[in-house]
């Protein structure tokens, strides 16, 4: 008998995961990754944030879901409204030593509003980034922070919402109060977070009413939430569907594949 060979079929492509960017689990963005490794310089625009880079560090960051550096510090006396808007014109940072506001102070506020707008900036995204090389930004030397270490932050804050509360609706939906016949005791921050709740406010209007980092209000809301407190307010019964131009509907639907995907 005689066998009759037959040509194997060619092997399917392997996609290079290296090449594609996916070059750990911890790897938020493939792009800020590029960069931070070309130590490069300018502005990274996303959907919906801004992240600064300084010789491939964050040394600022910026969101419309996250108050910004001046709302921080003239929320609660540290700056007047003024001396901000003279600093951030001057595009000097000592503008605000001089004002008052003292290094310590201004380290903590910035880190704290970096990690705070970055948080959002480097969301699930269904849009592609895009860099534009420049100079650095005004607040470049106070506090840079490396990607590594940011991505690894963004990624923590992730995991601990989704263990407080998995549903990420009270993010980003107007807010109502639950109000449970025995309503348990909650600590004073929390109970702030809650006097704020009036069916119309989103986690991102009350943060900037408190003058707190929007994240941290997330986790307050997110435990009233697991309490019983709160829920996100139910959209209106109609024939038509959402939006999905909306931000806020589209950002919720890419929270909720990213915490599907942890």
Same mark, same amino acid.
Do not use: N
């Given at each position: 008998?005689?066998?009759?060979?037959?040509?194997?079929?060619?092997?399917?492509?392997? +996609?290079?995961?290296?090449?594609?960017?996916?070059?750990?689990?911890?790897?938020?963005?493939?792009?800020?990754?590029?960069?931070?490794?070309?130590?490069?310089?300018?502005?990274?625009?996303?959907?919906?944030?801004?992240?600064?880079?300084?010789?491939?560090?964050?040394?600022?960051?910026?969101?419309?879901?996250?108050?910004?550096?001046?709302?921080?510090?003239?929320?609660?006396?540290?700056?007047?409204?003024?001396?901000?808007?003279?600093?951030?014109?001057?595009?000097?940072?000592?503008?605000?030593?001089?004002?008052?506001?003292?290094?310590?102070?201004?380290?903590?506020?910035?880190?704290?509003?970096?990690?705070?707008?970055?948080?959002?900036?480097?969301?699930?995204?269904?849009?592609?980034?895009?860099?534009?090389?420049?100079?650095?930004?005004?607040?470049?030397?106070?506090?840079?922070?490396?990607?590594?270490?940011?991505?690894?932050?963004?990624?923590?804050?992730?995991?601990?919402?989704?263990?407080?509360?998995?549903?990420?609706?009270?993010?980003?939906?107007?807010?109502?109060?639950?109000?449970?016949?025995?309503?348990?005791?909650?600590?004073?921050?929390?109970?702030?977070?809650?006097?704020?709740?009036?069916?119309? +406010?989103?986690?991102?209007?009350?943060?900037?009413?408190?003058?707190?980092?929007?994240?941290?209000?997330?986790?307050?809301?997110?435990?009233?939430?697991?309490?019983?407190?709160?829920?996100?307010?139910?959209?209106?019964?109609?024939?038509?569907?959402?939006?999905?131009?909306?931000?806020?509907?589209?950002?919720?639907?890419?929270?909720?594949?990213?915490?599907?995907?942890?």
């Amino acid at each position: 008998m005689t066998v009759v060979g037959t040509t194997p079929p060619p092997r399917l492509p392997v +996609r290079d995961r290296t090449a594609a960017g996916e070059r750990s689990p911890g790897c938020v963005s493939p792009m800020l990754t590029r960069l931070a490794e070309e130590r490069a310089t300018g502005v990274l625009d996303r959907e919906h944030g801004t992240l600064y880079l300084a010789e491939g560090r964050v040394v600022h960051a910026e969101s419309p879901l996250a108050p910004s550096l001046g709302t921080l510090l003239t929320a609660h006396g540290a700056l007047d409204a003024a001396s901000w808007q003279d600093a951030e014109d001057s595009a000097d940072e000592g503008r605000l030593l001089w004002h008052g506001v003292t290094p310590g102070a201004l380290e903590l506020a910035q880190v704290s509003a970096l990690y705070d707008a970055a948080y959002f900036a480097l969301a699930p995204s269904s849009t592609p980034g895009r860099f534009r090389y420049g100079t650095a930004h005004w607040l470049a030397s106070v506090h840079p922070v490396p990607v590594a270490d940011l991505e690894r932050e963004t990624l923590r804050r992730r995991a601990l919402l989704c263990r407080i509360w998995p549903d990420p609706a009270t993010d980003v939906a107007p807010l109502i109060r639950a109000d449970p016949v025995s309503a348990p005791a909650v600590p004073s921050r929390q109970a702030a977070v809650l006097e704020q709740v009036d069916g119309v +406010r989103r986690a991102t209007d009350i943060a900037r009413e408190l003058g707190r980092p929007a994240f941290h209000t997330l986790v307050h809301i997110r435990r009233l939430a697991a309490a019983g407190l709160v829920s996100s307010q139910p959209p209106p019964v109609d024939d038509h569907p959402p939006d999905a131009a909306d931000p806020y509907v589209a950002l919720l639907k890419r929270v909720r594949d990213a915490l599907e995907a942890l």
